[in-house]
Nanobody
Framework: QVHLVESGGGLVQAGGSLRLSCVASGTISRFIYMGWFRQVPGKQREFIARISGVGNPNYADSVKGRFTISRGNADNTIYLQMSSLIAEDTGVYYC??????????WGQGTQVTVSS
């Protein structure tokens, strides 16, 4: 069974930066995609970014040019580098992974709060 653990959230001023990490219990190259979603109270979880098993990234329009998703050298970690943060980026950030069999796994989430 896959386990995902996020870290790196916190409180940051608008315009600042944070880097989120997601560590998987196995090698990430076996997943079709790993990605990041954001959820705020009262709203559905929304897509932020994803990276394929071969390293191709995709981004939501709202974060293009400000966020970068990447894979770590150890092949069990992905990162989300967030820059030029705005108040609307506030939320709980969740990491997920999709296996070739279609199994979807979520992490427990990490809170990001951007103060304006």
């Amino acid at each position: 069974q896959v386990h995902l653990v996020e870290s790196g959230g916190g409180l940051v001023q608008a315009g600042g930066s944070l880097r989120l990490s997601c560590v998987a219990s196995g090698t990430i190259s076996r997943f079709i995609y790993m990605g990041w979603f954001r959820q705020v109270p009262g709203k559905q979880r929304e897509f932020i970014a994803r990276i394929s098993g071969v390293g191709n990234p995709n981004y939501a329009d709202s974060v293009k040019g400000r966020f970068t998703i990447s894979r770590g050298n150890a092949d069990n970690t992905i990162y989300l580098q967030m820059s030029s943060l705005i108040a609307e980026d506030t939320g709980v950030y969740y990491c997920n992974a999709i296996s070739p069999s279609g199994q979807l796994t979520w992490g427990q989430g990490t809170q990001v709060t951007v103060s304006s």
